[in-house]
């Protein structure tokens, strides 16, 4: 390996971390629709202007999302159709997790004897 390359597993671990912030997820979420400028970004996130700027930028470096801007309105989307499969296979893969959270409680609760009135 050369100096300067990241093993694979380093890079992914990388984009994940990036991934790693509710702001970051609930952009990428939001662009699944398509292109939003960044006054519907802001009035569906909640939050201060200077915060959504800084996790846009975050996002726009590491080209998992590209701007336009026509006067004065930047406008957001997504870079390509991969990512909005991975944020419907993370919601796939929560679902079943959750799924099976649920299952579990139920057979904890089932398997709890029955206590005695006294």
Do not use: C, N, W
């Amino acid at each position: 390996m050369r100096v300067g390359q990241v093993p694979l597993y380093q890079a992914k671990a990388e984009f994940f971390r990036m991934l790693g912030h509710p702001v970051r997820i609930r952009v990428l979420e939001l662009l699944q629709d398509g292109p939003k400028p960044v006054r519907d970004l802001l009035a569906a996130i909640e939050i201060e202007p200077s915060s959504l700027s800084q996790q846009l930028a975050v996002l726009r470096r590491s080209g998992i999302v590209t701007s336009t801007r026509t006067g004065s309105t930047v406008v957001y989307e997504l870079a390509g159709g991969d990512v909005a499969e991975l944020m419907r296979a993370a919601r796939r893969i929560l679902t079943e997790m959750l799924a099976g959270q649920h299952e579990l409680l139920e057979e904890l609760r089932e398997a709890e004897p029955e206590r005695a009135v006294r």
